[in-house]
């Protein structure tokens, strides 16, 4: 199988190729991102799931559980799983919905995309329901997914999901990017662009409040949506002297989550002390579900990069939006 990827100067050195297609844990398929800095990210087929984003140097900068089970029905703990076409137990499918679980297919002929591509390594995805899914949530869709790895090392993850209903119905979703940071001590983490705003608390049966720190910091177990938060959040590491930033487009929530010694313990496929290892900081649309008509498509855009701490000032091009939008059949070519 091949899959969409631009040429880089990588090639004419006979490195690594910018796309590889490879086995994975319990020889699951897996598709190696490399650009030729050195950067790298892999995804597995199973779940449409990004397993690792490493920097230039081959510094990991996701969270993976040494006891994640890389097995049906089970998903991946840590990485990036997405959460559709359900967040949580917001409905009355499984938490956090069923793409994290099923194998996507590479899309080989993806439409037209509308972000230059040059010098990125990527990989198209594509996951259509099959008939046991209908039956569970009786709706037709296509969602194409884009891995990117850019040149200086930025993971963007592009969804696009279309109600493809031949019925004329109308469907709507919750969604995250429910992406797990490794971090070097919890203890030593602040999230920033989160201030003053609404959250939903999980632990107070989503009891409505409102943030009155400067930042987030964690002290024991924290599992929150934030809503209607900017496009732009950033999570700093002191130890590491590391900035994470997350951008994002067409998703309004961010969730923040640390589930802290107890809840650790019981997870079956987490180690007990892991928590000090990860934080989960979420790009998400939930507190208003997305509604698409027949034809529609909607588009929830993740950029990560991550950047020494002396770099980040709070105000890493706060002018710089991305995009987000449901786009009408008509103006789909």
Known sequence: ??????STAGDEKQEAAPVTHCKGVNDLDKVVLREVRGSSAEVYLYGGHVTSWKDEHGDELLFVSNKAIFKSPKAIRGGIPICF?????????????????????????PP??????????YVDLILKPTEEDLKIWPHSFEYRLRVALSPGGDLMLTSR???????????????AYHTYFKVSDISEVR?????????LDNLQ????????????????????????????????DHEKKRTFVV?????PDAVVWNP????????????????????????AAIEKPVTLKPGEEWTGKLELSAVPSSYYSGQLDPDRVIQDSIVPEDSIS
């Open 85 to 109: 076409p359900q967040f949580s137990n917001f409905g009355n499918l499984e938490q956090h919905g069923f793409a994290r679980n099923r194998i996507w297919a590479i899309d080989t002929d």
């Open 161 to 175: 999901i279309r109600n493809t209903n031949a019925d004329g119905k109308a469907f709507s979703f919750t969604f």
């Open 205 to 236: 049966d989503r009891a409505r409040f409102t943030e009155q720190g400067d930042a987030i910091v964690f002290e024991s177990e924290l599992d929150r949506i934030y809503l209607g938060t900017p496009s732009k959040i950033a999570i700093i």
């Open 191 to 199: 999230v920033e662009g989160l201030e003053t705003l609404d959250y």
């Open 247 to 251: 951008r994002k487009g067409g998703l």
């Open 260 to 283: 802290w010694d107890k809840k650790a313990k019981a997870m079956s496929d987490f180690g007990d002390d892991e928590y000090k290892r990860m934080v989960c900081v979420e790009a």
């Open 112 to 121: 037209a995309f509308p972000v230059p591509t040059s010098n990125t390594a």
């Open 1 to 6: 199988m091949s899959a969409s990827a631009s």
